[in-house]
């Protein structure tokens, strides 16, 4: 199952490499994220839809492989 989150930012600047976000339902809440994570092209102002989502099944399958390791460890 996946669980998602959509919501609209505006770019607001660009510091060094770093976009600074403001989400447009309350630009009190600020995100920086990698400017080579935005698409091409993107400028000021600009509005973004950002989705995002909770894998499950990728989550469950990671927590098996990390227990898998650290079951090996132990038996060393």
């Known amino acids: 199952m996946i669980v998602n989150s959509n919501f609209k930012v505006s770019l607001d600047r660009v510091e060094e490499d770093i976009a600074v976000l403001l ?3 309350d630009e009190s809440i600020k995100i920086d994220i990698p400017l080579p994570l935005l698409p091409s092209g993107c400028k000021e102002g600009d509005i973004l839809d950002i989705n995002i989502e909770r894998d ?21």
Request: net charge positive; no cysteine.
């Open 56 to 76: 499950e099944k990728e989550t469950e399958d990671a927590k098996k492989r990390v227990s898998s390791l650290i079951e090996k460890l132990k038996n060393k």
């Open 23 to 25: 989400v447009r339902d």
